[in-house]
């Protein structure tokens, strides 16, 4: 997150005017680029069989709606199989589908459906770590401590008396050690092995090469079913220091909850990863003339780091996490926006924005204030937020249930909690499962059209009797509903020439006002103070995210003009 001091008081901003087509590449349309992606997390969605999880018949079904909001494409949280640990990002194997999730068969329909929709497909892939019960690891468990099965993973020997003390100091994301020790074959204590989330993953050792080739081969298995490319977890990890030193900061990880242990990620190495992947990819587009994206989770702490990772012949792009940690504030954003659009956009890649994910409390509920729950001011900052981000320069993602102005479930009650960082630390603090709890689609009681079970069948996780409110029927029907507002704004976004790709505009506001214009005469601009405003336009808006009249901006609010007649 970036922090800057707010403007002081009757200050106006001064025009700057950023250029994102810098790209020499550009030769012909790049669909990702622009491209707006729903993520699905399938487990939530929608369920087919009625054993109270979702599936991939389920995402099948569902993409007309999809279609009809108007995304480019969706991407699928982790479907292999797993003993679920962590809902899937524990992979036990890469090349299949988990039976709770369906089969090859069913993938492959999907595949076909939204092809035939003109929906491109992400599969989410895990090359961090995978899951304890993976055969090699299996296998590394089995084998003598210095076989190469276990050079495929990170063990080492423990340190102290009969190495009985984890071999440094490093701490789990999730909480606890990063370390755990196995009992070897003999039935004694033995060598330890490296997890940097949970004991049931182990990180791989990508500077094992027999680790490269099989994602190689697991990659192209998906690509020659036809996918569009993937999501790639956790894309600054995978390597590493070589000596594995104690950190000064050892707990900074579990902390913070993110990537912070610089002796654990964002290690150089890492960029001659995604080199090869993107050459496979490349391979691939040359064959059909069918473009592959690789997006990464990357978090590092700067935009400039950020940028190295989306350099021409790596990754087409990764997650600019930094407007979704930002606070409400005018200032934060645009010092945030600027420096990404000056450090990425400045690579040839366009920035790939984000609101929401499976990790982060939802828009509505973080950007409200705790003393005014009932005030709806998160909801009108989070619909005021969705504008913005449709209107900026590049490409974004959504999260099921950001369409619906879902807010968080914060009153789980403990004993139906499956987060593993829950089960870790017996802490809530940043558990992920308010935002996971399954999609309602219909009617005014739990399971709202989520399951298609029987006798009582209940949905993994319970949803509050409130979301009856928040139902996709309800939404489809009401023109003033969260998905109107995202379905009008996706219209635009993909009718007018000015939104996508291009340039950005700063234009002078008073404090607490954030106004851009977006090429020829597109004017987006968001109050996020609770008073009115002057709108930089002086017409009624061709969008806005709440009532806005003529002349006047409210408190909250965000509004597209279209005209040359700015105000400042």
């Known amino acids: 997150m970036h922090n800057s001091q707010p403007a002081q008081t009757g200050q106006r901003v001064s025009s700057q005017h950023i250029d994102t087509r810098s790209d020499t590449r550009l030769g012909t349309h790049h669909w990702w680029r622009e491209a707006v992606i729903y993520q699905v997390y ?5 369920d087919s069989t009625g054993d109270g999880v979702g599936d991939l018949a389920g995402v099948r079904a569902g993409l007309p709606y999809l279609k ?65 019960e993976h055969p090699w ?25 009969d190495g009985a003390e984890p071999p440094n100091n490093w701490h789990a994301m999730f909480g606890g050690p990063a370390w755990s020790r196995v009992t070897e074959a003999d039935g004694r204590p033995g060598q330890w092995y490296l997890h940097m989330f949970t004991p049931e993953q182990p990180d791989w050792n990508w500077r094992d ?16 079913r036809g996918v569009d490319g993937f999501r790639i977890d956790v894309a600054a990890g995978l390597f590493k220091h070589p000596e594995l030193p104690d950190s000064p900061d050892p707990e900074a990880d579990a902390r913070t909850r993110d990537s912070v242990n610089p002796l654990a990620w964002n290690q150089p190495e890492v960029h001659d990863v995604w080199r090869r992947w993107r050459a496979v990819c490349e391979e691939y587009t040359a064959r059909d003339g069918r473009e592959r994206l690789l997006v990464g989770e990357v978090s590092v702490p700067t935009a400039r780091e950020h940028a190295l990772y989306v350099r021409p012949d790596e990754l087409h792009q990764a997650f600019f996490f930094d407007l979704l940690s930002a606070s409400w504030d005018a200032d934060a954003f645009r010092k945030v926006i600027t420096e990404a659009m000056q450090d990425i956009a400045g690579t040839g890649s366009t920035v790939t924005w984000v609101l929401n994910n499976h990790d982060q409390v939802r828009t509505v509920t973080r950007y409200g204030e705790p003393a005014m729950e009932s005030s709806g001011l998160g909801a009108s900052r989070a619909r005021a937020a969705a504008l913005l981000l449709l209107a900026l320069p590049g490409a974004a993602y959504i999260y ?15 004993d139906v909690l499956t987060d593993p960082i829950f089960r870790r630390t017996g802490s ?39 979301f009856a409110e928040y139902a996709t029927d309800r939404a489809l029907a009401d023109t003033r509903s969260f998905w109107h507002l995202y379905r009008d704004g996706l219209q635009l976004r993909a009718g007018l ?24 005469g597109l004017v987006c601009a968001v109050n996020f103070g609770t008073a009115p405003a002057p709108a930089p336009v002086s017409g009624i808006p061709l969008l806005s995210s709440g009532p806005c009249r003529a002349g006047v901006l409210p408190g909250s609010t965000a509004a597209w003009w279209i005209g040359d007649d700015t105000d400042s």
């Not at 399938?42 to 929608?46: E, I, Q, T």
């Not at 982790?78 to 992979?91: E, I, L, R, T």
């Not at 210095?146 to 993973?153: C, L, Q, W």
């Not at 020439?497 to 020829?520: I, S």
Request: negative net charge; glycine residues 10%.
């Open 209 to 224: 090469p027999e680790v490269g080739a099989y994602f190689d081969r697991a990659l192209r298995f998906w690509l020659d």
């Open 497 to 520: 020439p000015q939104l996508g790709e291009g340039t950005l505009r700063w234009l002078d506001t008073q404090p607490g006002v954030l106004a851009f214009t977006r090429g020829d």
């Open 68 to 132: 009809k909001l108007g995304v480019d494409g969706i991407w699928l949280s982790p479907f292999y199989p797993s003993p679920q640990h962590d809902h899937g990002y524990d992979v036990a194997d890469y090349c299949d589908v988990d039976p709770l999730f369906g089969d090859l068969a069913e993938f492959d329909r999907l595949v076909a459906a939204a092809r035939r929709l003109g929906v491109k497909v992400l599969l989410d892939i895990v090359p961090n770590h995978c899951s304890s």
């Open 428 to 466: 809530r603090a940043r558990i992920r499962d308010g935002c996971r709890v399954p999609l309602p689609w219909s009617g005014q009681a739990s399971p709202f059209g989520f399951t298609s079970g029987v006798d009582g069948t209940k949905p993994w996780l319970p949803q509050p009797e409130y």
């Open 400 to 414: 099921q249930g950001e369409e619906l102005g879902l807010p968080e479930v914060v009153d789980l009650p403990d």
């Open 42 to 46: 399938v487990r939530s969605f929608l």
């Open 137 to 161: 690891f299996r296998e590394a468990l089995a084998s003598a401590p210095d076989g190469p099965a276990r050079a495929r993973f990170h063990f080492a020997d423990g340190r102290g008396a």
